[in-house]
């Protein structure tokens, strides 16, 4: 985020552009999430489980806010991601990021 052909205009602090890797954690039975931005080289760590029909990823940012990722409304060829800090007051989650994902066919 944001498109590249916007990145040299995008707020300081929201330009990134990174990898994520999961790794199932048979230990426990959770994927473990490493998401690395490549722009500021900040590493958030995450674990994930399903909830119900979504998929909850929480865990931190880099600087230590609390975060969650999720993944809901998925079908065979879709899926919305969400991805929310929590704010200073420790109740509100904040959004961050929203994604809709299609197959292409």
């Known amino acids: 985020m944001p498109r590249r052909s916007q990145r040299e205009r995008a707020e300081k602090g ?3 552009y990174g990898t994520t890797l999961r ?4 230990a426990i039975e ?3 999430v490493t998401w690395i931005n490549a722009v ?3 590493r958030d760590e ?3 489980r399903r909830v119900g029909t979504d998929i909850v990823q929480v865990g931190r940012h880099a600087d230590g806010t609390p975060i969650r ?3 809901t409304e998925t079908t065979a060829n879709s899926f919305r991601w969400t991805g929310e800090a929590l704010a200073g007051d420790g109740r509100t989650w904040t959004p ?9 066919r």
Do not use: N, Q, S
């Open 96 to 104: 961050e990021a929203e994604f809709r994902a299609t197959r292409m």
């Open 14 to 16: 929201f330009d990134t």
């Open 40 to 42: 500021t080289v900040a």
């Open 30 to 32: 959770a994927w473990r």
């Open 23 to 26: 790794v199932f954690d048979p």
């Open 69 to 71: 990722w999720l993944f």
């Open 46 to 48: 995450l674990i994930g």
